[in-house]
């Protein structure tokens, strides 16, 4: 079984920081893509921010410039910091991971449980 847990969501104010982190553990072969997406009440969820096992990454124009994501491959770890945030980054914001348990010959898609991320006006 693979699990991730995520941690760092809050409340915080109009041009204030957060980070985020998500830590995958279990019987894993390996990791290619850790991500983050995030869903606001009554929106549909949307890619954020997704860096993968090469180094490569990618961010939502909404973020560029704000967000930057990293990751620490040898902990099986993803951070998303958060920087000048604004009213419309409030969502829940979830830990998304594709990797190869133990046993398997391909990778699956794997959710964290979502962190709630509110930032007052």
């Known amino acids: 079984q693979v699990q991730l847990v995520e941690s760092g969501g809050g409340l915080v104010q109009a041009g204030g920081s957060l980070r985020l982190s998500c830590a995958a553990s279990?019987?894993?072969?390996?990791?290619?893509?850790m991500g983050w997406y995030r869903q606001a009440p009554g929106k549909q969820r949307e890619l954020v921010a997704r860096g993968r096992s090469g180094g490569s990454t990618s961010y939502a124009d909404s973020v560029k410039g704000r967000f930057t994501i990293s990751r620490d491959n040898a902990k099986n770890t993803v951070n998303l910091q958060m920087n000048s945030l604004k009213p419309e980054d409030t969502a829940v914001y979830y830990c998304?991971?594709?990797?190869?348990?133990?046993?398997?010959?391909?990778?699956?898609?794997?959710w964290g449980q979502g962190t709630q991320v509110t930032v007052s006006s």
């Open positions: 998304k991971v594709s990797a190869q348990p133990m046993g398997a010959l391909y990778e699956y898609e794997y």
């Open positions: 279990g019987s894993i072969v390996s990791i290619n893509a």
